[in-house]
Nanobody, 130 residues
């Protein structure tokens, strides 16, 4: 499975960005994008990659890092094989490369936030100026 992320950029504090990630390359097993949990991680300079948000295969049970709750919203469109991250009220501490991810196994709601990742996107830079 390949993931292609987009939507990053430079924004002032308090601004908004919407990240998108399109998945492709599912095998002939009969499993599709709609069978897997998805999510977003980020990595700031000099820091480890950290979990940001995840959503199960049904588009339910969103789960967020505490510092982004109430500001970020994860969603998915299974018809378009796409996961989104709407980021509002951005802060300089949100500056990082953002990576989308898809679970390694289907039908596991906690797989992404547990780090059980099948594929990663290439990353998109988000820079928030003060």
């Amino acid at each position: 499975v390949q993931l292609q992320a987009s939507g990053g950029g430079l924004v002032q504090a308090g601004g908004s960005l919407r990240l998108s990630c399109i998945a492709s390359g599912f095998s002939d097993s009969g499993l599709t994008f709609s069978d897997y949990a998805v999510g977003w991680f980020r990595q700031a300079p000099g820091k480890d990659r950290e979990f940001v948000a995840s959503l199960n295969w049904q588009g339910r049970n969103p789960y967020y890092k505490d510092s982004v709750k109430g500001r970020f919203t994860i969603s998915r469109d299974n018809a378009k094989n796409t996961v989104y991250l709407q980021m509002d009220g951005l802060k300089p501490d949100d500056t990082a490369v953002y990576y989308c991810a898809i679970a390694a196994r289907p039908y596991e709601s906690s797989a992404v936030r547990s780090g059980i990742i099948g594929s990663w996107g290439q990353g998109t830079q988000v820079t928030v100026s003060s």
